[in-house]
């Protein structure tokens, strides 16, 4: 590379608050354009927002104009929204802290799921070759008084840019600032920047914080005392898994033909996630907090549901084909299974979920306690859904093979998320007819509810984690099913017929907490009857008979 002609950081950050606002922000342009109507005042609009943007990004970068310290700076931002602006553009994500949490909180799995040839060229041209020149330039800095000053001047006139452009423009500005909250979450380095801030707040806060046992009291019922077996109550969480492409729940394709034919199946149409994604869904679901006051750094220093079982007296196993449990099963016993090395259900470094079923009929077998079993699927997680399931359930094609989902047609990516919607199925109907096997001498039930939905492309969204007031209802509206043998209907008194009539009624993942503890008959104050989805279908069963409701 041929020497470069030295600079005054001035222009550098000029030039580098440009480059950051063209190079990287393709998706804050599109849908700004988008957003905004193409003629004379449209287009005011969208000069004034790029103007104020720009002088924005020129204070920042002017803060850190200093020797020693600009050139790594403007590397690490290169480098960094380089990869944010590739998974921007990819998949329509935005960047908030709960974005940030689900890239702090993943696994090597998922991370090997979103590297592409694609993201490399975006690190490439985007981050390493600018970072380059940038290092091969001399930057000539003056003495350390008129550095101050020029610094001084550059942010002051950036800063009366910025507010003359917004008294100039302020309806307009304050009109597309009001009513497109999504703005912010758009703009690179900004949101990430924001974003890791806010989630390293909430990991500060979240270990000065107290932990807090809840349900101190949990006791079982005196109505465990009737129990003629020991109990098995399955608790299954989904993931990825939306409402809208179950066959079960009204989809036009039969994405659930198995759950079908199972008798007794209890379908429920309208529930609705706690979060976006598994990050907050997992530990809130688990929780009583419920979504409106869920608390990310409180929840991690405070018991859960499982907790309270425990106490009561149940054993709680938690079983993960996932990225682990997000705290919730700290305190009860995990059997991580999504590393074995099971020559048919395990291939490419990750298990499929039949593995979470693996030995299930010699644990009932050996059962000698009432238990709650979670099994944590793998489930839908994109973006690689055809690594989701066997070949033998790609009903469904043609299937997208590629994590870059917006070089795919959208058929072919439905076809393979609803393929692994048919391999939920096929995993759901076989842990129901083990169940069902074995009710003569375990009570046996299972709860199906997945963590949170799936963006597969309409409004330009793919996966999850979209922050929940933006959200569509894709990536909140999930699939809860439900089955009870006989037999534990009898003991644990369940109306199935209620449930029944009662399955179009509004729910949440906020009603998990209490339906589990009023399912299980556990006595504490922390249970609130008014969130028990079971609580109006209790049955009194004399001598095997439902006798009243």
Known sequence: MPNLKAVRPELVT?????????????????????????????????????????????????????????????????????????????????????????????????????????????????????????????????????????????????????????????????????????????????????????????????????????????????????????????????????????????????????????RGLLTFTDVHSCGTE????????????????????????????????????????????????????????????SNLKDPVLCANNECRDEILLQGLQNFIDHLDKDTVLVLHQMGSHGPEYFKRYPKAFEKFTPVCESNALNNCSRESIVNGYDNTLLYTDHVLASLIDTLRSNQDKVDTAMLYLSDHGESLGEYNLFLHGTPYMLAPDQQKHVPMIAWFSDNYQQSFAVDTHCLQNERNAPLSQDNLFHSMLGLLQVHTSVYNPALDMFAGCRGIYTDGVLANE
């Open 278 to 337: 598994t990050a907050v869904s997992v530990p809130c679901m688990f929780s009583n907090m419920g979504r409106k006051d869920y608390d990310a750094s409180a929840a991690k220093n405070k018991e859960g549901m499982l907790d309270v079982l425990k106490r009561a007296g149940l054993d709680v196993i938690w079983r993960d084909n996932q990225s682990g449990c997000k705290g919730t099963c700290d305190r009860v016993t995990l059997q991580d299974v």
């Open 14 to 262: 000029a030039l580098a608050s440009i480059f950051l606002l063209l190079g990287f922000n393709l998706t804050l342009w599109q849908h700004l354009f988008a957003i905004t109507d193409f003629n004379g005042k449209g287009l005011l609009l969208r000069g004034a927002f790029a103007l104020m943007v720009f002088c924005a990004f020129n204070i920042f970068l002017t803060l850190f104009a200093f020797k020693r310290v600009l050139k790594p700076v403007l590397i690490a931002l290169f480098l960094i929204s380089a990869g944010v602006a590739y998974f921007m553009s990819q998949y329509g994500v935005m960047i908030d802290a709960g974005m940030f949490r689900n890239f702090a909180e993943t696994n090597a799995t998922e991370v090997r799921d979103l590297l592409s040839l694609k993201l490399a060229a975006y690190v490439l041209f985007l981050g390493v070759l600018p970072s380059v020149i940038l290092w091969k330039t001399p930057i000539i800095y003056r003495r350390w008084p008129r550095e101050v000053l020029s610094k001084v001047v550059v942010s002051t006139v950036c800063a009366c840019a910025i507010g003359g452009v917004a008294l100039i423009n302020y309806q307009g500005l304050s009109s597309l600032f009001r009513n497109h909250h999504e703005l912010r979450l758009m703009v690179v380095p900004s949101n990430y920047i924001g974003a890791s801030v806010g989630y390293l707040s909430e990991q500060v806060k979240s270990a000065q914080q107290p932990f807090v046992s809840i349900g101190q009291d949990a006791t079982r019922s005196t109505e465990w005392q009737q129990h003629k077996r020991k109990s098995l109550t399955v608790l299954v969480v989904g993931e990825s898994a939306r409402a809208e492409n179950f066959g079960i729940l009204g989809y036009n394709r039969d994405t659930t033909p198995q759950l079908k034919k199972e």
